[in-house]
C-alpha cells in the first residue's frame, strides 16, 4: 500500500470517518473514543515525521491568528453570525476575526448555522452520548 493511501485511510478514520463511504461513525463506535482518536492523530504525525513539509510543522503561538484562545464577546459573535450569512466563508471569517478555522467553526455549530457533518476540521470535544450523563 502506497503511504499517501494509508495516511488517507488514518486521516479518515481520525475525523471518524469512514474511508470507504464519507459516512460519519456512530457517537459509540471505537473511532470516536478519545484514545484512539490520539493514537491515529500520532500514527499520522510519525508518518509526517519522515516526510516533514512546513504545512505539518506545530506552529509557535506567535504564529497563530492573535485571538486564539480568547473568551468570545457578543461583538464577535454577532459580527461572525452577520458575516457568515453574508455568504463569506469560515476561513474568511477566521482571517478578519483572529481566530482559527476550528473556531469559528465550533462557533457556528454552537450557534446552529453550521452541522457537524459541514465541518471541515475535527471537533475535538464532541458532545458525550446521553448514555454517558
Known amino acids: 500500500m502506497e503511504e499517501s493511501k494509508a495516511v488517507a485511510i488514518l486521516s479518515a478514520l481520525a475525523k471518524g470517518v469512514n474511508p470507504s463511504t464519507g459516512e460519519v461513525f456512530p457517537s459509540d463506535s ?22 516533514p513539509s512546513p504545512a505539518a510543522a506545530p506552529r509557535s503561538r506567535t504564529e497563530l491568528p ?22 463569506r466563508t469560515p476561513a474568511q471569517i477566521a482571517r478578519d476575526l483572529g ?29 458525550k452520548s446521553s448514555a454517558a450523563n
Open 66 to 87: 492573535s485571538n486564539v484562545g480568547k473568551p468570545w464577546s457578543e461583538e464577535e459573535d454577532t459580527r461572525l453570525l452577520a458575516e457568515f450569512e453574508r455568504g
Open 99 to 127: 481566530r482559527t478555522l476550528a473556531g469559528i467553526e465550533a462557533r457556528l455549530e454552537k450557534h446552529g448555522r453550521l452541522s457537524a457533518a459541514d465541518r471541515r476540521t475535527v471537533n475535538r470535544f464532541p458532545a
Open 30 to 51: 471505537a473511532y470516536q473514543q478519545p484514545d484512539i482518536v490520539r493514537a491515529l492523530y500520532t500514527a499520522l504525525e510519525r508518518f509526517n515525521a519522515a516526510a
